[in-house]
């Protein structure tokens, strides 16, 4: 490697412009010096333009030649690639270490960053500026595009703005708020070097017990469409792909909400007169332009015959060639779910191979037609183009501790959180202020659970707020006594707001309570009877990843509020200033929340709002300007 010497190029242009034109005829208007940023590899001079030298030979390749369309770009460089090359850009590994081989040698395509750059913001932008200089330094010089989880934002970053899940924003249903809290995801993926979000999901959401449902917006197909469109244009930037943009990958394709009796992983129970309805959300997102789109990796769908009744969605040629690319019409990026069958996937389609590595390109290699890696090659290097990497890879250190979790981005984070919280129940309420507060549930102390488990995970810290203190926060900690449990709470509370925290911990595909029951679990229903028996104005905030059973809950609260997942950063603070009364409360129930687990049982788990006679239905919600007052 050459850093002794090699330099970061940056032309400006003089005066008014801050460009300078390059006096070539490719076009016919003069193209513009983009910035150039090279650690490695030289940067040289033609027709009084700058460009890098990626390949090393002294000369200027097309494929380096930022004047040139993507799309000729990418033929020029498979040109130089052989099949093994072209096999390596499809990997998407899982960066939980790091070896400096898989980047400067085999050159991946792909890495999702997990706990690898959880830390502060200025070193996980170090860490992806090392493996760019890596990438760098390989033969072609291809950079690596790196992902994330993005459910509750770039929250595998410990400084970055955990944002509200999806099932928050559902019920505030404001295509505008969606817009700016994918902004903020945009803006602070961008500043760590993350340009692929694997976010958000277009899944419908049609059955109570599937834990995924904090994921997705709403039980109903025009909400979905309409928020899904607002995510992906907000993350690309518009319909096409520029170097200002992050890769929106739409999942999970067909629709992932039907899962047989809700357990995560099982056959989808799509049918005839329900496809379309879980096609909307991706059908919308084609049309906004989505760079990605990610079939589900854990379920078969019977529904649309041949391969898909045996294969997971993202091993299926009938769920990826003949329903996303020939019926859908849908040419972008087919990124597979994490899995193991990459062969499979790519034969039946795939382009991206999730949780891949480096010894799966042997596979490839001898398992797959090299038209079929030409083809999944050449939009995945159109892509890199586009984005503008090949030139600036690298992002600025220091200035990604100013973007992330900014005051500006806790601010929209907070008021997504505010605007979401939904009232079910609402009596006998008094204002908060002066009170001397109990505060009770174990939750209330669980940080984790303000979001779903798209986040770092134990035993690494997240930094936020608990409920209890926030309160603390609120009242002053000598005003709120912490009560866990049934058995800590005293015989007598007339006259005392108790505020008691109920719902599931955090969790991804396996719900905490399991998909047997909806139900809350015993400790929590004797906890708010103990609370309600000793004369306490009992308010329920309900930490919520899906539609529970609440008929007992809400006979035996005050009121009702619920929560969601408001985000670890502000979502605590949310919840004490809309119960202080300092904010509305005017979000709407996502789903409709059934009366008993009999009505549960009898409905399908592919249909939207078929529950008979629901506690709450769908769009419910006590629309209050101030609690308490």
């Excluded at 208007?29 to 030289?42: F, G």
């Excluded at 993350?194 to 958000?200: G, H, I, T």
């Excluded at 990610?294 to 041949?306: A, E, K, N, Q």
């Excluded at 979502?571 to 789903?591: C, M, W, Y």
């Amino acid at each position: 490697m050459k850093n002794a010497w090699k330099k970061v190029a940056s032309l400006m242009l003089a005066a008014a412009l801050g460009v300078t034109a390059c006096p070539v005829a490719l076009a016919e208007e003069a193209p513009v010096q983009p910035e150039l940023v090279a650690r490695v590899k030289n940067i040289i001079e033609v027709d009084g333009c700058q460009f890098k030298d990626l390949n090393d030979n002294g000369a200027l390749n097309p494929y380096e030649d930022w004047r040139l369309p993507p799309e000729e770009r990418a033929e020029d460089l498979l040109s130089q690639m052989d099949a093994t090359q072209k096999a390596s850009q499809m990997v998407h590994l899982t960066l939980v270490s790091k070896k400096d081989s898989w980047f400067n040698e085999n050159n991946v395509g792909f890495a999702l960053v997990y706990e690898y750059i959880f830390d502060s913001a200025t070193e996980a932008a170090k860490r992806t500026n090392e493996i760019q200089e890596l990438s760098e330094s390989a033969p072609l010089g291809i950079p690596v595009i790196f992902s994330m989880d993005t459910e509750a934002g770039a929250a595998f970053v410990k400084d970055a703005t955990f944002l509200p899940d999806e099932i928050n924003q559902g019920a505030v249903n404001d295509p505008e708020l969606v817009t700016r809290l994918n902004q903020v995801l945009k803006e602070e993926l961008m500043a760590v070097g993350v340009r692929m979000a694997l976010s958000p999901d277009a899944d419908l959401i049609t059955d109570p017990r599937w834990g995924r449902n904090q994921e997705c917006y709403s039980e109903d197909t025009d909400v979905v469409q309409s928020l899904i469109v607002a995510a992906v244009q907000a993350l690309q930037g518009g319909s096409e792909l520029t170097e200002d943009s992050v890769i929106a990958t739409v999942k999970h394709f067909p629709g992932s909400g039907g899962q047989t009796d809700g357990v995560d992983g099982t056959p989808l129970t799509i049918q005839e007169d329900s496809i379309d309805l879980h096609l909307a959300g991706f059908r919308a997102a084609i049309e906004a332009g989505v760079a990605a789109v990610m079939p589900y990796g854990y379920s078969t769908v019977p529904y649309l015959g041949g391969d898909a009744v045996e294969n997971s969605a993202d091993q299926s040629a009938a769920v990826m060639t003949d329903l996303l690319r020939g019926e859908l019409g849908y040419t972008g990026l087919i990124q597979t779910d994490w899995g193991l069958n990459f062969v499979g996937a790519t034969n039946a389609g795939a382009d991206i191979l999730g949780g891949a590595g480096v010894r799966s390109t042997r596979q490839l290699v001898e398992g797959v037609d090299e038209e079929r890696l030409t083809d999944a090659c050449r939009r995945i290097l159109i892509a890199k183009f586009q984005l503008g990497i090949f030139e600036t890879p690298y992002v600025d250190e220091e200035n990604a501790a100013q973007v992330l979790g900014s005051e500006k981005h806790r601010a929209v984070a907070k008021e997504a959180a505010a605007r979401s919280f939904t009232l079910l129940k609402y009596e006998n309420a008094s204002p908060l202020a002066g009170q001397k507060l109990v505060v009770a549930g174990t939750l209330a102390e669980d940080v984790r659970a303000l979001n779903s488990g798209w986040t770092a995970k134990d035993p690494m810290e997240l930094a936020g707020t608990t409920i209890l203190e926030a309160f603390q926060n609120k009242a002053g900690s000598e005003n709120v006594t912490y009560i866990p449990d049934a058995s800590q709470v005293p015989a007598d509370l007339s006259g005392t707001t108790a505020v008691v925290v109920i719902g599931e911990a955090s969790g991804t595909h396996e719900p905490a309570w399991g998909t047997d029951t909806l139900e809350f679990p015993q400790e929590q229903v004797d906890l708010v009877k103990a609370l309600k028996d000793a004369g306490a104005n009992v308010v329920e905030v309900v930490l919520m990843n899906r539609a529970y059973v609440m008929t007992d809950m809400v006979d035996m609260a005050d009121s009702v509020l619920l929560a969601y997942r408001p985000g670890v950063t502000c979502g605590a603070e949310a919840i004490a200033d809309a119960l202080f009364g300092e904010t509305a409360i005017t979000g709407k129930t996502p789903f409709q929340i059934p009366r008993t687990m009999e009505q549960v049982l009898n409905q399908r788990e592919d249909l939207p709002k078929d529950i008979q006679d629901p506690l709450f239905e769908y769009g419910f919600g006590i629309e209050v300007e101030s609690f308490g007052a």
